[in-house]
């Protein structure tokens, strides 16, 4: 049996200040859950650094955080509304405000169309180019919440969604052309991004593997079965190799590999301690990849601003 875990929802910090009418809607976008965004944004983040941006598109950092925070709400309040069920069947998510009955369907639709208004407004912020690859992701976006009910690698469908904002970034600063011959670097970019988003996403759904099997949800934790260690083991070394690869497309010296070690140690260390039956441990490392994603930005703004 795996441990208790805390539920989905919880009222604490600045969320127990706002008014109790306003407080579901917080939660239905998971503002009470800020690792959601880092995790959305690190992508934007990585191609950012790595593709020389840095510095000639600062403000793209900030409106790029904005347009996370605002589509990780829309798309947890769109995948709530098509989940409502399943999320009412298990222990962990049946107090999400949809299927708790806090939130009509009507009004949860009407903020997800204010969210996605915020993201329009990032939107606007981008050149044409990004912005056509930007609205590109609505098609990957409005089929994730099938996916585990159609295969066993939602995760996979996941690290499609969660990465292409390393798409964007990079054609937001490159304009679609390839820079200094990196021409293989976006490629080996967002498939490490998409590989890592399996990794920590099969460690999330180590909380719910039990009510999982109940109700007949598929996930790669269950896919993995007792060879979870070693599925996110691969998933984490399949990262490292592809990010190393796109920083010697853009740098070509043994050295920059170097720069990826913190975070190498950082995932061995989640692999080796991981306890797969214990949702609170489960949680906790999923939640320690806001500090990877720190470490992997790092090493692609080093490399990005070398001379």
Not at 50 to 64: D, E, N, Q, Y
Not at 125 to 151: C, D, E, H, N, W
Not at 218 to 237: D, E, I
Not at 241 to 260: K, N, S, T
């Amino acid at each position: 049996m795996t441990a208790p875990h805390p539920p989905d929802s919880q009222l604490r910090g600045f969320m127990a200040l706002l008014p109790a009418a306003v407080r579901p809607y917080a939660l239905l976008a998971r503002f009470d859950r800020p690792i959601g965004w880092w995790l959305l944004y690190w992508p934007c983040a990585f191609a950012l650094g790595l593709g020389g941006g840095a510095i000639s598109h600062w403000p793209l950092f900030l409106w790029l955080l904005l347009g996370a925070i605002a589509m990780r709400g829309a798309g947890c309040v769109y995948n709530d509304i098509v989940d409502r069920d399943l999320d009412a069947q298990v222990a962990r998510t049946a107090s999400r405000p949809i299927a708790s009955g806090a939130v009509s369907v009507r009004n949860a639709v009407l903020w997800a169309i204010l969210l996605a208004l915020v993201g329009l407004l990032v939107l606007l912020q981008l050149p044409r180019p990004a912005q056509i690859v930007a609205l590109a992701s609505l098609i990957l976006v409005a089929g994730y919440p099938f996916m585990k009910r159609i295969t066993w690698w939602p995760q996979a469908w996941l690290g499609l969604v969660f990465s292409w904002g390393a798409l964007v970034a990079w054609v937001a600063v490159s304009g679609g052309a390839d820079s200094e011959g990196a021409g293989f670097a976006l490629p080996l970019l967002y498939a490490g991004c998409i590989a890592w988003v399996i990794g920590y996403d099969t460690i999330y759904a180590l909380q719910d593997i039990e009510d999982d099997m109940l109700i007949g949800v598929k996930s790669s934790a269950r896919a993995m079965g007792r060879h979870v260690k070693g599925g996110v083991a691969l998933c984490y070394a399949f990262a490292l190799g592809c990010w190393g690869g796109a920083l010697w497309a853009v740098r070509p010296d043994p050295l920059v590999i170097i720069a990826l070690l913190p975070a190498a140690v950082h995932f061995m260390g989640q692999v080796i301690t991981l306890d797969p039956a214990n949702g609170e441990d489960a949680l906790a490392k999923f939640r320690s990849n806001r500090f990877a994603g720190l470490l992997i930005f790092a090493a692609m703004l080093v490399v990005g601003m070398a001379p």
